[in-house]
């Protein structure tokens, strides 16, 4: 009887533990040219079209636009930051499978307030470590758990 309990237990739990996804920058060795685009290995990042060959090198930082000035639990990561290995600066923006309930930073210290070129609050990564400059999703009831 407790065994059944137990079970019960774990799989009433088990939607909560999927009501959001964390999500970081992608490791640049995790990050592939296709069809005039650099996108990670999952799909969920890509860059706009690229005019050069090559590979992206090195991992430089986020950012991440609030809803509100100085709010970190809405708003949206703009982008990802690389260094291909020619030189050039190459954005990747997350591609969510369909529309977003909403984004937010994790509780991590690597997020600093800035302001942007319009004098707009935003926050701002540049840890080294691509998955450190992390943030959450809470994905519409749409979709499916997992």
């Not at 237990?9 to 964390?22: D, Q, R």
């Not at 639990?73 to 529309?99: D, I, M, T």
């Not at 997020?111 to 691509?130: M, N």
Request: proline fraction near 9%; include cysteine.
């Amino acid at each position: 009887m407790i065994s059944r309990m137990l079970i019960v237990f774990i799989f009433g739990l088990f939607p909560l533990a999927h009501a959001s996804v964390e999500f970081g920058c992608p490791y640049p060795s995790s990050i592939k040219r296709k069809a005039d685009h650099f996108q990670s290995d999952n799909g969920y990042w890509k860059s706009p079209k690229v005019e050069f060959p090559g590979f992206l090198d090195t991992f430089v930082g986020a950012v991440f636009i609030p809803a509100e000035d100085g709010e970190r639990k809405r708003g949206h990561l703009e982008y990802c930051s690389y260094k291909a290995a020619n030189n050039q600066w190459v954005n990747l923006r997350f591609q969510a499978p369909e529309p977003l309930a909403s984004m937010s930073l994790t509780d991590s210290t690597h997020w600093v307030l800035a302001h942007g070129p319009f004098d707009q609050e935003i926050y701002v990564c540049t840890d080294s470590q691509p998955d450190n400059c992390s943030f959450t999703l809470v994905p519409p009831k749409s979709w499916p758990a997992g």
